[in-house]
């Protein structure tokens, strides 16, 4: 298996929403409220939501109490769009200094509920086939294809996703034409593969 050149544009209609809450060494509590909170906000724009827990107690908890929780939301054409979060209390280093109130002074589940779904909204309200947290791993593997042109829709360029396109023009000599689509306020992204090979894999 090799990989190929895309023509990726269509974004498609959200469909359904899944996701899991995490938890360790704090009450299972703090991840149904985060559920319920999130739950709130999508259930009044579509159905299919489906939120699982994950909770750790114990040994299997390791010694670090926090919380957190991860989204994804899929298209009718097949995109991923994801967000996560996660709370979770400092080291005993990095609070020494600190007063006992501000070492409890975490953000509320209920809080972190609302928040990481407000930002998955955020992210499907941009439009691209991806999140901006991996607009750099698509350019790079469309930089890695074969010698074939690849046509990508994202949304607005993130400061991350800027810096792998100088990286992948110096590293690869791949160069990204960028053009902007003011009808839907996204950004079409056009390259030609470099037609990179792993020399080191055997062939059989």
């Given at each position: 298996?090799?990989?190929?050149?895309?023509?990726?544009?269509?974004?498609?209609?959200?469909?359904?929403?899944?996701?899991?809450?995490?938890?360790?060494?704090?009450?299972?509590?703090?991840?149904?409220?985060m559920i319920?909170?999130?739950?709130?906000?999508?259930?009044?724009?579509?159905?299919?939501?489906?939120?699982?827990?994950?909770?750790?107690?114990?040994?299997?908890?390791?010694?670090?109490?926090?919380?957190?929780?991860?989204?994804v939301a899929?298209?009718?054409?097949?995109?991923?769009?994801?967000?996560?979060?996660?709370?979770?209390?400092?080291?005993?280093?990095?609070?020494?200094?600190?007063?006992?109130?501000?070492?409890?002074?975490?953000?509320?589940?209920?809080?972190?509920?609302?928040?990481?779904?407000?930002?998955?909204?955020?992210?499907?309200?941009?439009?691209?086939?991806?999140?901006?947290?991996?607009?750099?791993?698509?350019?790079?593997?469309?930089?890695?294809?074969?010698?074939?042109?690849?046509?990508?829709?994202?949304?607005?360029?993130?400061?991350?996703?800027?810096?792998?396109?100088?990286?992948?023009?110096?590293?690869?000599?791949?160069?990204?034409?960028?053009?902007?689509?003011?009808?839907?306020?996204?950004?079409?992204?056009?390259?030609?593969?470099?037609?990179?090979?792993?020399?080191?894999?055997?062939?059989?």
């Amino acid at each position: 298996s090799s990989l190929t050149a895309v023509n990726w544009i269509d974004e498609g209609m959200v469909k359904r929403i899944r996701g899991v809450s995490f938890s360790t060494r704090v009450t299972a509590q703090f991840e149904n409220t985060m559920i319920h909170s999130s739950r709130g906000i999508f259930n009044r724009l579509l159905p299919d939501v489906h939120i699982f827990t994950d909770h750790k107690a114990g040994a299997q908890a390791g010694n670090s109490p926090g919380y957190g929780i991860s989204l994804v939301a899929e298209t009718t054409s097949g995109c991923y769009i994801s967000a996560d979060t996660a709370v979770s209390y400092a080291r005993k280093d990095e609070t020494a200094d600190m007063e006992d109130d501000e070492k409890m002074d975490l953000k509320p589940p209920d809080a972190v509920g609302v928040e990481i779904a407000s930002v998955l909204l955020g992210e499907i309200e941009q439009g691209g086939v991806v999140d901006s947290t991996h607009q750099g791993l698509l350019f790079l593997l469309c930089a890695l294809c074969p010698q074939d042109v690849s046509k990508i829709r994202i949304g607005k360029l993130s400061p991350y996703g800027i810096e792998t396109l100088r990286h992948i023009r110096d590293f690869l000599g791949v160069k990204f034409a960028i053009k902007p689509d003011p009808s839907t306020g996204t950004v079409i992204l056009k390259c030609v593969g470099c037609g990179f090979k792993n020399l080191s894999r055997k062939v059989s």
